[in-house]
């Protein structure tokens, strides 16, 4: 009875309207956000933009993603950049620290030596290569 009263037309309409608000409020999010982050504007140009964006919310976000559209994507891009700088450094950083001290590498080398794995004279020629 429900589909015969709701056509098939009618759920793709609601669909497609109900996509066109989720994108909106994906859209008005990250306006708001460029506006706050941006660095290159003071307080009272980003009131504005609020309150234009708040009055007139199309329009104010299409003169907004004009006007600025192309600075929101270089700051993106820095905050991309600052953010991988960071993960290479904290990786470096943990990947020095777990390693291998060369006291453990020479405990290993007598190890292997007292098992008769590798020779004395090996032994020595690793010991110089991990002590230069």
Same mark, same amino acid.
């Given at each position: 009875?429900?589909?015969?009263?709701?056509?098939?037309?009618?759920?793709?309409?609601?669909?497609?309207?109900?996509?066109? +608000?989720?994108?909106?409020? +994906?859209?008005?999010?990250?306006?708001?956000?460029?506006?706050?982050?941006?660095?290159?504007?003071?307080?009272?140009?980003?009131?504005?933009?609020?309150?234009?964006?708040?009055?007139?919310?199309?329009?104010?976000?299409?003169?907004?993603?004009?006007?600025?559209?192309?600075?929101?994507?270089?700051?993106?891009?820095?905050?991309?950049? *600052? *953010?991988? =700088?960071?993960f290479r450094s904290?990786? *470096?950083?943990?990947?020095?620290?777990?390693?291998?001290?060369?006291?453990?590498?020479?405990?290993?080398?007598?190890?292997?030596?007292?098992?008769?794995?590798?020779?004395?004279?090996?032994?020595? =020629?690793?010991?110089?290569?991990?002590?230069?």
């Amino acid at each position: 009875m429900l589909a015969y009263d709701y056509p098939l037309l009618g759920l793709f309409w609601t669909m497609l309207w109900i996509f066109i +608000f989720v994108a909106w409020i +994906f859209l008005l999010i990250r306006v708001f956000a460029d506006i706050f982050r941006s660095h290159d504007m003071g307080g009272w140009g980003k009131a504005l933009w609020c309150i234009l964006i708040i009055i007139f919310p199309i329009l104010g976000t299409l003169i907004y993603l004009i006007a600025r559209g192309r600075g929101m994507t270089e700051r993106d891009m820095a905050i991309a950049q *600052q *953010q991988e =700088q960071a993960f290479r450094s904290y990786v *470096q950083e943990t990947a020095a620290a777990g390693g291998t001290s060369a006291a453990d590498e020479l405990s290993k080398l007598a190890d292997l030596r007292s098992k008769g794995v590798i020779s004395d004279a090996e032994f020595e =020629q690793q010991k110089a290569k991990l002590l230069a």
